[in-house]
């Protein structure tokens, strides 16, 4: 069964995909490393580097691995203030991101 995590790379989500893998699971990780790091996901993990707003790349992925259920931990747990006053699709806050990974 294929789980997707997004955030994968992040504290909470990469423990995660460590539980997942050791217990036999298939876990496939988005994450666009804007706060995560490669090195915290287990090898041989499939890590697409990607923006859990763009849909058209998330239903492909879902798509292609026959993603069964999704953990979604992306988030930028931290957002400093003058990112917040920038505009455009960087400064966009994650739960604008969550609702369209959603749709
Ligand atoms: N760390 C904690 O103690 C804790 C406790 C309770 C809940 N949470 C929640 O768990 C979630 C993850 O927290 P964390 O501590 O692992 O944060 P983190 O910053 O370590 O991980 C978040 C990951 O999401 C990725 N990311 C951010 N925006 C993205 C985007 N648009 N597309 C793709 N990837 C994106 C980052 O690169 C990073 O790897 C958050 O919602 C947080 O509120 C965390």
Do not use: N
């Not at 876990?27 to 996901?41: H, L, N, Q, R, T």
């Not at 259920?69 to 604008?96: C, N």
């Amino acid at each position: 069964m294929a789980i997707l995590i997004t955030g994968g790379a992040g504290y909470i989500g990469s423990h995660m995909v460590y539980e997942l893998a050791d217990g036999g699971e298939l876990p496939v990780v988005i994450d666009d490393f804007s706060s995560g790091f490669k090195w915290a996901i287990p090898s041989g993990v499939s890590v697409f580097v990607e923006d859990i707003g763009d849909q058209r790349r998330v239903a492909q992925l879902i798509a292609k691995f026959g993603i069964s259920e999704i953990i979604h931990l992306a988030a930028s747990v931290v957002v400093p203030a003058d990112r917040r006053q920038r505009r455009g699709k960087s400064a966009r806050p994650s739960r604008a991101r969550t609702k369209e990974a959603a749709d």
